[in-house]
């Protein structure tokens, strides 16, 4: 059964990418992170109403955040509460497994979760769906042939990220 997750809490970060906007849960775990023009992504407009806006239940996010785009952490510690179907959440879950520089196809995230080759484009939508970009790490998915595929938050995006992480060499999109 799928958890319904209500987002209590709202704030806004400057980062490299642009400005981040954070939701979180009554208990401070974080339901979504979005990047400005993402598609499927949160808007301020769409946070305000019965939320607060309020920086304190994300500090160790915006702490993370930093160091992460700073060069000087691999893989964030932070508790994740997105709202989602079991199957996506199955996809979300072998995204936390992508380590840190290293990329992945979509097939072989079907074959980490046991789906069939046959599913490929339901993992594609999922991992296209996922609330968290960049702390649950779907930049990290690329296409078979090594193409760097769609990216909710912008390929241009994607290839800063994994250039970032030096999965990438810089200036190669």
């Not at 400005?36 to 239940?57: E, H, L, N």
């Not at 952490?73 to 995204?95: D, K």
């Not at 994607?158 to 992480?165: A, D, G, H, R, S």
Request: proline share 5%.
């Amino acid at each position: 059964m799928e958890r319904v997750t209500t987002t209590v809490y709202w704030t806004e970060l400057d980062a490299p990418v642009g400005r981040l906007l954070l939701t979180a849960d009554a208990d401070g775990a974080l339901t979504s992170l979005s990047v400005p023009g993402q598609k499927g992504g949160q808007s301020v407009q769409s946070v305000q109403d019965g939320r607060r806006r309020d920086a304190g239940p994300f500090r160790a996010a915006a702490d993370q955040l930093g160091a992460y785009f700073a060069g000087e952490l691999t893989q964030f510690r932070l508790p994740l509460r997105p709202s989602g179907t079991e199957f996506r959440q199955r996809v979300w879950a072998a995204l936390d497994e992508v380590p840190y520089g290293a990329t992945v196809s979509y097939g072989e995230i079907a074959t980490r979760i046991g789906a069939s080759r046959a599913a490929v484009r339901a993992v594609g939508g999922a991992i296209g769906a996922n609330p968290l970009l960049i702390v649950r790490p779907c930049h990290r998915v690329i296409g078979a042939d090594g193409s760097m595929t769609g990216y909710a938050g912008g390929v241009e995006r994607k290839v800063w990220l994994l250039t970032l992480e030096g999965a990438l060499a810089a200036g190669t999109s």
